[in-house]
Every structure is written in C-alpha cells, then in structure tokens.
C-alpha cells in the first residue's frame, strides 16, 4: 500500500491550463515521523523521493556541564568550580534566572565515552523508559572548561525526532552540576526530585559558546535548518557518537565514512554532503553541518523550488501545465533528504520548463534508466482517483510532467516527483481468511492499487466458495486465503506508539502479540512463516514493532465483502531495525470475538519494495 506524507495532501487536476504546479519543501514532524527511511525511490531498489527531512535539529532538550583536569577523563581533583556554578534556587515558579555564558571552553574532536555515572535515581518515572532506560541513557565528556573542569554530556533517545542532551559539569572529586540554562526550566520540576545526592543544581551557567547559522550558501547550495532562531546552539545540536560516522545523528544509523563528501568550511563550522542510499540510476543525499567530530546538525535546501510553499509558476515550453505539487522528499523508514539522479549527460537533457527566477527543467528521453524505473515501479497506474492519470504510456506519463529536474548549486540534477501520480512506498503480503457460518458464496475487492495476487485478483474476487473452516474454492481451485500486495490510497499514519526489544527476541514478541490480537495458531504461523525470515534479517541490535489497527487499515486500503460479514479484524506490522532504543509510547493489543461471518486479515510493511 502506498505511503503517503501526512503533512501534504494531494491536489486535484485543476481544469484550468494556465494554472501551475504546486512545488513544495516538505516539512517535518520530528517526533510523529518514521524514523528510518529505506525510502521507496520506488520499489525494492529506490528510496522514493527522500524522506522528508526529519529534524534532528530537535535534539537537546537538556543540557548540562562537568569538571576535571584532564582533557582525556573526568578528573577526581578538588578544584573549586567557577563563581558562575552557582546553585541559588530560583524563584518557585520555577523562572531561570539570567544567564552567565562561559568563554574559553575547550571541546574535543570526538566524544569520549563515560562509565555510566548515575545521575538520575529513577530513569523510567523521569523519561518513561520501562526496562530500556539503562540501554538508552549514556555519558560521554565531550571537552572542558576554562577552569580545567569536564563538560559531560548525558545522552537520551527519546525517540524520532533525535536524541536529546543534558550537560553536567564535575564541580570537585565526585560532585557535579546540572546546567539548567541548557535544559530550561521543565527540567527542574521534571528531575530534581530524582537528582543524587552528589549532583546539584547551577541556574546561571550556560553553554553559548558552539553557533552554527540558521542559513548558509557552501559551494554554491543555498540551505537552511528547521530552526527558527537567529542562530543554532549547542542546544540545538545533535551529539556524535562516534565521530563522523554519527554525522546523521545519535537516532539514525551511522554511515560509513567514504558516503561523506565535504562541501566547504565557514566560521569553524563544517558542512557536508551524505550518501544515504546508493543506487544504479539515483542517490538519496542528506546536508549536515558539524562543529569538529563532535555535534551536527542536518540542514535542507533552500534554493527557489525547494523553498517554495505556494504555487510555482512555472512556464512550461510544452506538455500539459497542472496544479499538481510536486516532491523530491517523502516520508519512510529511515532518512531524510533529496533525490539525486545519476549518469546524466547533459546532451540528453531536455528543456521542458522554466521557474520565475529563471532556473530550466528538464526532462530526459523516455529509453533513460531512471525515468523507466520511475514509471515502472513508481508510477503504477497513478494513485489518485483522476482517470485521466490512470494507465498511462510512458511518453503520455512523461507529457505530463510526472517528474522533472532541477540543477543545484552543486552541479547535481535533483529529481522532482509529481505528487498525484508517483508512489512514495509499499506494503507486503496482506492475506485475507473468510470464516461464514456455513458454505458461503463471497465478493471480495480492495480499495486499494493490487500489484500481486493469489489467485488472480484482475477488478476483484467474485463468486469465491468460502466453508467455515476457512479452505476457499476459486475457479476449480483449492486455496487457504486471499494473498494481494500493493499500494493503497489512504494517508499512511504517523508511528507514535509500539513497542522495541533487542533484535533476537523480536520473533517472539511478535508471535506474543499477534496472539494478542486474536490471531489463532494457523493465523499466526502463516505470519510468521512469510514475516519472521524478514524479522530475522535485521542486522540492527534492536527493532521496533508498532501494528496498524483495523480502522487504520480500512483508512489505507478499505475492504468491499458481500456478503458483509459481521466481524473483521485486519492487523499490519510495521517494523525497523534499531541501533539504539528510544522513548515510545507502548500499544495496547486486544482480542476480539469471532461472532458470525468473520473475516481476519494480516499484512505488513515492506522497506525494500513489493518485488
């Protein structure tokens, strides 16, 4: 089924001609996104249009600092901290005071990794971790003060949108202070019921001294960040991990380093383009900016087409104008970014179009790779419910602008997709079990684009003999259920609750909660028997497993059965690969009774495509 960004819906065909496309930089809901993009450039072997960019701006949440005399450990001397580690209470409403900003603080190139140093007493009533709150909560001394005393940083996964960060500093042997400055006031109510004994509060004291600018230009691409303020602070900055590696962010995966290419320098800060997902005809490429191996943060393009919230008005040389909206980002399963096409040669290009600012179009010939993978996989008939983007040929699909490119300041050829015709993901194996109370006679069809079935699906299943036990006849033939996989017309939802345990129990919990749902033992074996080679394969230490819910379900892909039966119950997992836990609100799974002519179905997301 098709996964569809929440945050843009699709435009109808305006009848008018000289209206233009829409061309949109898709914005992002850091904490209701999925958050790890294998994007479905369509299908198995593309990543759609790049997910969306999820923020990992929205990292620090908290901040705080600590002390010692060694760059490289956290010093056990009786220095007295500064005059600023000052420990006054404010105000019972809990205001922060003024801040002080230190100067001549000395940061590492990369985070040293700290035993686990306790902080807090009770992680799960602070953060709601359940059991996973020793996995997710770790220290690292990132540099030190003017003074000689280490800047700590405790690291939390809380969930898509990053991970935040909350300084401390060591005071003397043993003792350290909770930077409130960096975390704001919430973090006083929140955790100084839950601070040890050997931690104190500083109110004054605040980090300022790591900017990174809201809007850059390095080598010609214009970006931006999410962020509205005048200029990025360590409090807006994500911790790397593990240096470079980690530039994506503490939630995502970290990359390997030869997928890292670096654009240029500006005031001590660095910035860089990132590989995502590497494939024959296309890359899908991210922008970060680092401060040494220490912090990054992602950024976005901000060039005329990408920043561009309203109607572009593009003059196109020929072919038909639309009002539709246009992408080169999406939502998935892992990333964020833009599209990037490859092997262009620049004598193939086309010119279709022109924006206001003067900046060309292209299109390529219809025997290009890309354009025939973005027909082929992406494009399956057209999504929406105009039939006159239904079915197309190839250079009817290409007349109609389903896609063009754009040159960056970069030199690269940015794919734009059209919205109301390109596909953005895929669901696998749904399959359907008809229970009647006797011999039944049953139609069956899907609201939904059926790329494979069994038996042949064509418009639907007509006139299938279904018998209590669940056996089905169709057309002479013997089955056990209904198998279709494909593409559905709803908004995909956002993933905001489930549950993740470490990769090797993954399979069990599963079967657990499929049981759970009111699956009985065929239902569940039959899942696990398409799923849990999947589940297994995950080379991640831990995975998430969030289920759709029936009403979910009959959103994305609603089911059409005659007779209409008297129960339906359809579940569908949505699952990913972890490399560290994060804060995620748990699902509650319930059963359900099997009254009358029941009907189950059970299904699943595939990250890598329907073939």
Not at 31 to 41: E, S
Not at 175 to 183: C, D, E, I
Not at 537 to 549: A, E, N, V
Request: net charge neutral.
């Amino acid at each position: 089924m098709l996964m569809q960004d929440n945050d843009q819906g699709q435009n109808p065909m305006s009848p008018e001609p000289q209206i233009q496309p829409t061309l949109t930089n898709e914005s992002v809901n850091s904490q209701a996104l999925h958050h790890k993009l294998k994007h479905h450039l369509f299908s198995d072997k593309r990543v759609l249009a790049v997910v969306l960019l999820v923020v990992i701006a929205a990292a620090a949440a908290a901040f705080f600092l600590g002390r010692g005399t060694s760059h490289n450990n956290v010093s056990t001397s009786s220095k007295k901290p500064s005059t600023a580690n000052s420990t006054s209470s404010p105000s019972t409403a809990q205001k922060l005071p003024q801040p002080e900003f230190t100067s001549g603080n000395s940061y590492f190139s990369t985070a040293k990794k700290l035993p686990d140093l306790g902080f807090i007493t009770n992680l799960d009533k602070v953060f709601g971790c359940g059991t996973s709150c020793s996995d997710i909560t770790n220290y690292y001394q990132i540099g030190t003060t003017a003074a000689g005393l280490p800047i700590i940083d405790m690291t939390f996964a809380d969930g898509p949108g990053g991970v935040s960060n909350s300084f401390f500093v060591e005071t003397s042997s043993g003792k350290y202070s909770l930077l409130a400055q960096n975390g704001g006031s919430d973090l006083l109510t929140g955790w100084q019921p839950y601070l040890v004994a050997n931690v104190t509060v500083d109110y004054k004291t605040k980090l300022n001294d790591i900017l990174l600018p809201t809007q850059v230009t390095i080598a010609g691409l214009k970006l931006k960040t999410f962020s509205l303020n005048s200029q990025l602070t360590i409090n807006d900055l994500g911790l790397m991990a593990d240096g470079m590696r980690s530039i994506r962010g503490g939630f995502y995966d970290d990359v390997a380093t030869s997928a890292i290419t670096k654009l240029g320098s500006q005031g001590g800060i660095d910035y860089y383009e990132v590989v995502a997902l590497d494939s024959a005809n296309y890359k899908v490429v991210e922008d970060h900016a680092a401060y040494k191996s220490l912090f990054s943060v992602d950024y976005q393009p901000d060039g005329e087409i990408a920043r561009t919230q309203g109607n572009l008005a593009v003059k196109w040389t020929h072919g038909e104008n639309n009002s539709s909206t246009y992408f080169s980002a999406g939502t998935g399963c892992g990333s964020y970014g833009y599209v990037v096409a490859k092997n262009i040669n620049s004598n193939d290009l086309t010119q279709v179009g022109t924006t206001p600012e003067g900046q060309a179009l292209y299109q390529l010939p219809s025997s290009n790779p890309l354009v025939k993978e973005t027909y082929s996989k992406d494009y399956a008939g057209g999504q929406g419910d105009d039939p006159s983007l239904q079915n197309l040929t190839l250079t009817q699909f290409t007349n109609k602008h389903a896609y063009f490119l754009a040159k960056n300041g970069l030199g690269e050829y940015v794919l734009y997709m059209r919205d109301d015709m390109i596909i953005r993901g895929g669901c696998a194996k749904p399959v359907i079990y008809l229970y009647p109370t006797a011999p039944t006679s049953v139609s069956v069809k899907i609201g939904a684009q059926v790329i494979n079935s069994a038996p042949a699906y064509g418009d639907g299943w007509y006139n299938v003999m279904a018998y209590p036990d669940g056996s089905l006849k169709y057309n002479g033939k013997i089955y056990d259920n209904l198998f279709w996989d494909g593409y559905g017309n709803g908004a995909y939802p956002d993933i905001t609750s489930g549950t993740i345990v470490k990769t090797p129990n993954a399979d069990k919990t599963v079967r657990i909660q499929l049981a759970q749902q009111g699956l009985n033992a065929q239902e569940i074996s039959d899942f696990m028997n398409f799923w849990q080679p999947k589940l297994n394969s995950i080379t991640q230490p831990y995975t998430r497993l969030s289920w759709l819910s029936t009403s979910q379900m009959n959103s994305l892909a609603p089911l059409n059965i005659k007779p209409a039966p008297q129960t339906i119950r359809r579940v569908f997992l949505d699952f990913e690969g972890l490399s560290r836990p994060y804060k995620l609100s748990p699902q509650t799974l319930s059963s359900f009774d099997r009254n009358g002519f029941t009907v189950v179905e059970w299904g699943g997301l595939l990250r890598s495509g329907l073939h």
